[in-house]
């Protein structure tokens, strides 16, 4: 997907998504040696973005499976079209020699509707296959994905063994909700992704913000590290923080006040215990003040390594 280690350094941070070094060796050794890349980290952390920014940096497209619980087989391989197999059985009535020849036919690939991972398999040209949060799902479901990691290949019982007609680039994401299996993590280039630093957070900002000053990215990655280090149910991930940051260009400020606290809130309070916190009379204003304070360090240290 990648000829070199720069080319995947330029294309992916022309996506406005930013890793580091070490992580962006990690994703160039997982494509060139086409092996799965299992990441593992808090909800918001950015794994599934890195799926999607791989895949624009690629030029390619993505096919997601999207766990979630009690999901079934043929939604991960997929399944025959029963109505197609009614009509295909109506419109051929009396035509076939046998019972066997007929249920040949009804088990013929033109009734098969493949789910994402047969559609990454049979991509003429490698895509992304996005396997999201594949904690939600039972060890069977996680099991039946080993064959495909590994040989690059799916068994269907009624159609044989279906092989890759290319080897997609795949990524498994996990919340940690369960721990996954050992096999799964054999096959896969494992990587724990953290919430990034506030001074890499900036700089994620301001990729999406590009209008904006310096001392406004920094205010926002600030704000973000004073919200997760509060006793919030549910942190802002950085896509959150993406949008209070926009929501605030729309209203033609570039500076939080306590004043913009009531309609900020849904921007960054996803709960109603998190609502409550941040409506008492010192929670917001104090959580501003934090990022403030962690801005002006940013700024500090920005200006001695300049």
């Known amino acids: 997907m990648f000829e070199s280690l720069n080319e995947l350094s330029a294309k992916l941070a022309a996506t406005g998504y930013f890793i580091d ?85 009804l088990k013929g690939r033109e009734f098969f509707r493949p789910g994402p991972l047969v559609r990454a398999l049979e991509c003429k040209r490698p895509c992304v296959l996005l396997i999201d949060e594949l904690d939600k799902v039972p060890e069977s479901i996680e099991a039946m994905l080993l064959e ?57 900002i301001a990729s999406r913000t590009p209008d904006a000053d310096a001392a406004f990215h920094r205010e926002m990655a600030g704000i973000a590290l004073a919200f997760r280090n509060y006793s919030l149910e549910k942190p802002p991930s950085v896509s959150e923080m993406i949008d209070f940051a926009n929501a605030l260009q729309v209203l033609g400020t570039d500076h939080v006040t306590p004043e913009h606290r009531d309609v900020l809130l849904p921007f960054l309070a996803k709960t109603e215990k998190d609502r409550r916190h941040l409506l008492l009379r ?22 001695a390594e300049a």
């Open 21 to 105: 070094p070490v992580m962006m060796q990690v994703v160039y050794l997982a494509a060139r040696l086409k092996k799965p890349l299992l990441l593992e980290g808090p909800a918001g952390s950015g794994k599934t973005q890195l799926a999607l920014s791989v895949a624009a940096a690629a030029g390619t497209h993505v096919e997601r499976l999207q766990c979630y619980p009690g999901m079934t087989e043929d939604k991960v391989i997929g399944r025959f079209d029963e109505s197609l197999q009614r009509l295909y059985m109506e419109f051929n009535k009396g035509q076939h020699e046998s019972w066997q020849s007929l249920l040949s036919n």
């Open 148 to 204: 495909a990691t590994s040989a690059n290949q799916v068994s269907v019982p009624e159609l044989g063994t279906i092989q890759g007609e290319s080897t997609p680039f795949i990524v498994l994401t996990s919340n940690e909700e369960r721990r996954l299996g050992d096999p799964i993590r054999r096959r896969s280039l494992y990587v724990r992704v953290e919430q990034p630093t506030p001074e890499r957070e900036a700089e994620i």
């Open 282 to 303: 010192e929670g917001f204003t104090s959580l501003l003040h934090d990022g403030a304070r962690f801005a002006e360090k940013m700024a500090i240290a920005e200006g």
